[in-house]
């Protein structure tokens, strides 16, 4: 008898640590089918660590003008509404208000200029309506609607719910009657309006998540949304993820004797001036000669290309020791062939296991660390000089998922850089109210690879 199958969509490579490393989708009886646009490095690191039957390369997709005009004034109309609905106006730097060429501008003037009158939700469900339709009218949805009736899924599974062409993969399969089955794969995402695709299953993190996307997307209803937890929080539980100590220490030249405060780096979009401030963190050690006590561990974003931290790191290379993220890139095709190796799972576990403390600019790395009742420092003050003009660290810490906090002290706050020796020396474990935050918005992650998968064979 002939298996069924479930179409593994992964439209970027960074829901392969959570869904291909965890043991979502180990030892499963059902055939599995990847689909996606992958470099054959990335699928032999995958097949590495699942077993994957047959795979298919996602098609061409070229978006029209129509589904593109359709898709924005969509995402604008919902920061507009989801500003209202939560009196929050830091939602609306989720859109790009300053576009550099000409034609973009003209573009997306025009949306800027229509989106008011698309307040009402209904009207939004009409826009949502109409991209329905657009989307079906692309060629992509033909080739897409083609290689699925020849590959009969059971389950179309999905890592990433605002890739573009997944919308147009998830319509074609539920106009042929095949079951649907999305993440959302942040605990930010909800709040930004970009959920592109419409799924038979939701899965969330947490009754947090659910009440979020049942608040932002009222239309869906509350069966077709699945508390399930997060697989990417299940490697901390399995010892096989730590590396030991000795060889640890020796690979990133870290004394033994010497406590560690983590530095984890945002993108450059996130947090600018994030040189500055491990710069002030050293600096001030230093001043307060406690460098032979401790030694900063810095943990760069994997997504962050960019030669900015060097000359700090040079200054200070007694000090600061790097833990590169062990993470593959194609710089022939950027987004959707970055993704981490299973080594660099080992490496974020260790980092979070050895180090003291993590200091950062509002970074989920808050919540690794309490995996290991870990305190985090959330940076809370601006630079003299900035990067960007107008960015501010008090914009982050308004955004919609930090309201999720019970109180401000669940995470330490360093106000400004006298602070820096203080705040990072003192405070040996998390605070109770930071485990009260982890338990809302992870919930019972410990199962989550197991409840993921029960959703996805029930389809």
């Known amino acids: 008898m002939e298996k069924d199958k479930i179409l593994l969509l992964f439209p970027d490579g960074v829901g392969i640590r959570n869904y291909l490393y965890s043991n979502v989708f180990k030892d499963m009886e059902e055939d599995l089918v990847l689909f996606h646009n992958f470099d054959p490095e990335t699928v032999k690191a995958i097949r590495d660590n699942v077993t994957i039957d047959d795979e298919i390369t996602i098609p061409a997709y070229k978006e029209s003008a129509k589904e593109k005009f359709l898709r924005e004034l969509i995402c604008l109309s919902r920061l507009y509404y989801n500003t209202q609905k ?3 106006t830091s939602l609306l730097t989720n859109w790009n208000w300053n576009q550099k060429t000409f034609s973009k501008k003209v573009f997306y003037k025009l949306i800027e200029s229509v989106a008011p009158f698309f307040k009402e939700y209904s009207n939004i469900l009409k826009l949502e309506e109409k991209y329905q339709k657009a989307i079906r009218q692309n060629v992509f949805y033909d080739e897409v609607k083609n290689i699925l009736k020849e590959v009969q899924p059971k389950t179309v599974f999905c890592s990433h719910q605002r890739a573009l062409k997944v919308a147009t993969i998830f319509a074609a399969a539920t106009d042929l009657g095949i079951k649907t089955a999305t993440v959302i794969y942040s605990w930010d995402n909800l709040p930004k309006a970009r959920m592109a695709l419409r799924a038979d299953n939701y899965l969330v993190w947490s009754a947090y998540m659910k009440k979020e996307l049942e608040l932002y997307y009222p239309e869906i209803p509350s069966e077709k949304i699945a508390i ?91 000090l600061i020791k790097e833990a590169v993220p062990l993470w593959y890139f194609n710089t022939t095709d950027e987004w959707s062939t970055v993704y981490p190796s299973v080594d660099d799972v080992k490496l974020l576990v260790s980092t979070a296991f050895y180090s003291d403390i993590v200091v950062n600019v509002g970074s989920t790395m808050a919540f690794d660390f309490a995996m290991f009742s870990k305190p985090c420092v959330f940076i809370n003050y601006d630079q003299p000089i900035k990067n960007v003009k107008d960015w501010s660290v008090k914009t982050i810490y308004q955004f919609q998922h930090f309201k999720s906090m019970p109180n401000k002290d669940a995470v330490i706050w360093l106000n400004n850089k006298a602070e820096i020796v203080e705040k990072l020396t003192l405070q040996k474990s998390c605070s109770s109210k930071m485990i009260e935050w982890k338990k809302t918005v992870l919930e019972d992650y410990k199962n989550a690879s197991m409840r993921i998968r029960e959703i996805i064979k029930a389809n």
């Open 86 to 88: 939560v009196k929050n």
């Open 228 to 318: 399930t937890g997060t697989s990417q929080f299940e490697f901390y539980e399995e010892k096989k993820n730590s590396i030991d100590k000795e060889t640890f220490y020796k690979s990133y030249n870290l004394d033994p004797n010497k406590k560690i405060i983590c530095f984890s780096g945002d993108d450059t979009k996130t947090s600018p001036d994030d040189p500055a401030y491990l710069n002030d963190i050293a600096e001030e050690l230093i001043k307060a000669n406690l460098q032979d006590e401790y030694q900063i561990l810095f943990r760069r974003c994997p997504v962050d290309f960019s030669g900015r931290y060097d000359a700090v790191v040079h200054k200070y290379k007694d």
